[in-house]
């Protein structure tokens, strides 16, 4: 063993493990580490410009490649800042692993300057929060961390490391690389599941979340094929399955196909694979309850804490999703009459996300999503925050395999711009889409900088209608026409991202979008597309005076 600093040991660690690129607002308080950094190539070090975009970037690098994505920021704010990411990952069950450099170790329990007890601070929404005072112990941690991040329901860790810590010259030894654990199905869960399907009449799958991946969505596509199974993806899961198969029905959440949702009332079995069944899936736990009365419920999931945790799982099957839908795939049942429920709910699924003009809109998103779908290529990824804009997307875009919808379940904001960051630095050659509402993109505009500092290509739709859209739409519902802190007043979104080096251009009509997105496709780097709608134009399926006339 060679003496090493904490700094140095932490780094170290961090290549054994195969992380390549982290992402950070440096703080003095881990000065040690970016030293480390210096000296390991091979480790990308990227520099986001507010600590929310740091834990959102490692967030959607964490969804993007299984592996934990891994952030670093310093004590107080940029700690505080950084929750909301965290905040995500651990709603949207993403492996990530936060670093927070902290006050030295002689100090603690002082109120020193910035400090927050990290542990007890992040506790509620991290799998494991906790504090390294020992840097002979860090290879240990840092393992640990990695486990914890990825096994069973996927989530952040968060690790405070003292500033004196990291100094510290020590002897210690090295921890392997962690192999991820994939547990397969029990034999008898799945004859007991293919059972059930027999004796169904109108099944139907609801997938995505925890542990999905490409091989998953490859496996489950086959089966759920082979047997007529409509399958609908879980909120803002719209990636986890490739939407041209022939029985994807859509998506679950706000704004779905209200045949979908007639589905899933009607069905007698629910397969539901990797999903949380949250609130937005579930529509405030009424689509699907808890107890689900006259419907059996098939729950796989890789934590055995989640099953039977909200929802009475009828048949709870703990495994891998790779492993269960493989499995699944390879299943031979001779006796199973396939259903034709699969390719029905396709084609209800094919006519809702086509889009009609609407009369009187100037500027009408729809056909610009269609006009999207038609010069963009399938492997595109999406990347959007919270807001109503997002429903044209999430109703008329076609989603290719995985992954390509970085999107929070948690429905934060300010999410999307970050994401398409590290998606534009994680797959440079394909084309990246940052969608975003004008209030959802100046939570984060300022990593625009970051996109411009590290050369990447990503185009940004802001549609801009001069308000916070989805809670102006709440409040015209509950209080008509008495509209309260929703009005905003936005800058030249257009000049601002020409102030960041990029291309840009102003829409204000329908028939402008097609040609403008053509001559940004002709363009690399930054390139943004200012949407200029009404207001009037809530969401992809009602007006405000539409809600106005139901409030009446």
Same mark, same amino acid.
């Given at each position: 063993m060679t003496t090493r600093t904490g700094g140095q040991i932490l780094v170290e660690q961090l290549k054994i493990q195969g992380c390549d690129r982290?992402?950070?607002?440096?703080?003095?308080?881990?000065?040690?580490?970016?030293?480390?950094?210096?000296?390991?190539?091979?480790?990308?070090?990227?520099?986001?410009?507010?600590?929310?975009?740091?834990?959102?970037?490692?967030?959607?690098?964490?969804?993007?490649?299984?592996?934990?994505?891994?952030?670093?920021?310093?004590?107080?704010?940029?700690?505080?800042?950084?929750?909301? %990411?965290?905040? =995500?990952?651990?709603?949207?069950?993403?492996?990530?692993?936060?670093? $927070?450099?902290? !006050? &030295? #170790?002689?100090?603690?329990?002082?109120?020193?300057?910035?400090?927050?007890?990290?542990?007890?601070?992040?506790?509620?929404?991290?799998?494991?929060?906790?504090?390294?005072?020992?840097?002979?112990?860090?290879?240990?941690?840092?393992?640990?961390?990695?486990?914890?991040?990825?096994?069973?329901?996927? %989530?952040?860790? =968060?690790?405070?490391?003292?500033?004196?810590?990291?100094?510290?010259? $020590?002897?210690? !030894? &090295? #921890?392997?690389?962690?192999?991820?654990?994939?547990?397969?199905?029990?034999?008898?869960?799945?004859?007991?599941?293919?059972g059930l399907l027999k004796d169904a009449t109108n099944p139907v799958a609801i997938i995505g979340g925890a542990g999905w991946d490409r091989d998953a969505a490859h496996h489950f596509a086959t089966f759920a094929y082979r047997y007529g199974i409509p399958t609908a993806a879980a909120f803002r899961r719209q990636d986890a399955i490739d939407n041209d198969s022939a029985v994807y029905a859509g998506q679950l959440g706000y704004g779905p196909n209200p045949r979908l949702q007639q589905r899933i009332r009607e069905a007698d079995l629910l397969l539901v694979v990797g999903a949380r069944l949250g609130e937005s899936t579930t529509d405030g736990y009424k689509l699907v309850t808890p107890d689900h009365p006259d419907q059996l419920l098939v729950h796989v999931h890789p934590d055995p804490n989640e099953l039977g945790r909200v929802f009475k799982a009828d048949l709870p099957i703990c495994a891998d999703m790779g492993e269960f839908a493989e499995m699944a795939a390879d299943w031979a049942d001779p006796d199973l009459v396939r259903f034709k429920d699969g390719e029905e709910a396709h084609k209800e699924w094919l006519e809702w996300s086509e889009p009609s003009p609407r009369e009187g809109v100037a500027l009408d998103l729809g056909p610009c999503v269609k006009a999207m779908r038609d010069a963009l290529p399938d492997n595109t990824i999406i990347c959007n925050g919270a807001g109503n804009f997002s429903g044209w997307w999430h109703r008329y875009w076609h989603?290719?395999?995985?992954?390509?919808?970085?999107?929070?379940?948690?429905?934060?904001?300010?999410?999307?711009?970050?994401?398409?960051?590290?998606?534009?630095?994680?797959?440079?050659?394909?084309?990246?889409?940052?969608?975003?509402?004008?209030?959802?993109?100046?939570?984060?505009?300022?990593?625009?900088?970051?996109?411009?500092?590290?050369?990447?290509?990503?185009?940004?739709?802001?549609?801009?209608?001069?308000?916070?859209?989805?809670?102006?739409?709440?409040?015209?519902?509950?209080?008509?026409?008495?509209?309260?802190?929703?009005?905003?007043?936005?800058?030249?979104?257009?000049?601002?991202?020409?102030?960041?080096?990029?291309?840009?251009?102003?829409?204000?009509?329908?028939?402008?979008?097609?040609?403008?997105?053509?001559?940004?496709?002709?363009?690399?780097?930054?390139?943004?597309?200012?949407?200029?709608?009404?207001?009037?134009?809530?969401?992809?399926?009602?007006?405000?005076?539409?809600?106005?006339?139901?409030?009446?």
């Open positions: 982290i992402f950070t607002v440096p703080g003095e308080s881990f000065l040690a580490v970016l030293d480390a950094f210096h000296d390991a190539p091979e480790i990308d070090v990227v520099v986001c410009r507010q600590e929310g975009g740091v834990s959102y970037m490692a967030d959607a690098d964490g969804k993007m490649t299984g592996k934990p994505g891994v952030a670093f920021v310093t004590r107080g704010p940029g700690a505080t800042n950084a929750s909301a %990411g965290v905040h =995500v990952a651990f709603q949207d069950s993403t492996p990530m692993i936060l670093f $927070v450099g902290d !006050l &030295d #170790r002689a100090d603690r329990d002082r109120e020193g300057f910035q400090e927050v007890d990290m542990a007890a601070f992040f506790g509620p929404v991290a799998k494991w929060a906790a504090r390294i005072d020992d840097a002979r112990r860090i290879p240990e941690y840092v393992a640990r961390a990695w486990r914890v991040a990825t096994a069973g329901r996927p %989530g952040p860790v =968060v690790l405070a490391i003292p500033e004196d810590m990291l100094r510290d010259e $020590v002897e210690t !030894l &090295d #921890r392997p690389k962690i192999a991820p654990i994939a547990q397969p199905p029990c034999a008898g869960a799945m004859d007991a599941m293919f989603y290719g395999v995985m992954p390509t919808q970085l999107a929070p379940t948690s429905g934060t904001m300010g999410y999307g711009l970050p994401a398409s960051v590290a998606a534009a630095l994680r797959f440079k050659d394909r084309p990246v889409v940052c969608v975003a509402g004008d209030g959802d993109f100046l939570m984060n505009g300022q990593e625009l900088a970051t996109a411009a500092q590290y050369g990447a290509d990503l185009l940004v739709i802001l549609v801009d209608n001069g308000a916070y859209g989805t809670i102006r739409m709440h409040q015209e519902r509950d209080y008509p026409k008495r509209i309260s802190a929703t009005e905003l007043a936005n800058p030249d979104f257009a000049k601002l991202a020409e102030a960041y080096g990029g291309w840009a251009e102003r829409i204000e009509a329908t028939d402008q979008f097609a040609p403008a997105l053509a001559r940004a496709m002709e363009r690399k780097g930054i390139r943004l597309l200012h949407c200029v709608t009404d207001v009037e134009v809530i969401t992809n399926q009602t007006t405000i005076s539409g809600l106005h006339a139901k409030a009446r």
